[in-house]
């Protein structure tokens, strides 16, 4: 769909952009055909695509993969797409919020990510064991956060527990003015795959579910020695048994020194995180 297509299918269905729901529609065929080469999909694959709105890149996904999951949460777009793909037999749409519906087995998840809930879509559809492979379009400065570096402004929650998941292997940017209504944000197009093995402490849903927890809550102290971070973390959830006496005696003995949090790399954070999980 270009830019007066989609413009005519909104206005036949009676349909404006929801600025709540994300909906910022592809109308840029050259970033169509950029998602799907970057996709690298093959014939045998299942595809998620999540918030697929006018089928921009649903039409293409279509002739190549095994399996399509759309997954759209605007009743209106669920029954356009039902109705536009209903030749084909390799398709289900499902109407629905990706953070409440229950995910079908699926191999890469492609999506232009509503960029209110990116975080929680992140969390629910890769945090776990054998997650799926991303092409996805994504705020830039949370993408530019994905990518690990050394700039301590990049360092954050996101950058930590998606890393712990996955690995971040390409990123480009994409033109705000490639959709409609044009955002107000920067874009990047990037591409995520699983790690090889996930370390040990993630497998279980309990301790990885700690981890999250952990992250979220040493995070905001990010640049204060690791020892003051988690002392005022324990302290805000009103655990009193970690005192800094404690907390330095438990670091000390795995060989951990009390730097900035920021300076520990996604590993040590993991095994910090076990270190202090009961």
Partial sequence: MNYKDVLLTLK???LKPKKHLGQNFLTDK??????ITTSEISREEIILEIGPGLGALTEFLVEKVKK?????IDPKLSRYLSEVFSIYNN???INGDILEVSLPKHDKVISNLPYTITGPILEKVFFK???PSGILTIEKSIGNRIFLSEDYKDFSRISVTLNAFMKPISKSNIPRNS????PKIDLLLIKIIPHESLNPFLVDINSRNYFLKFIAGIM?????????ALFFYYKAIKNNYYTKDIILQILSR??????RVSTFNNDEIIEISRLFYL
């Fill in 12 to 14: 036949r269905l009676n």
């Fill in 30 to 35: 050259n970033i169509v055909r950029k998602v």
């Fill in 68 to 72: 399509i999951y759309a997954v759209e």
């Fill in 91 to 93: 398709i289900e749409v």
């Fill in 129 to 131: 064991e054998n997650p």
């Fill in 179 to 182: 959709f409609y209504p044009i």
């Fill in 220 to 228: 905001p102290y990010k640049g204060k020695n690791i020892a003051n």
């Fill in 254 to 259: 795995s060989g951990y020194e009390n730097k």
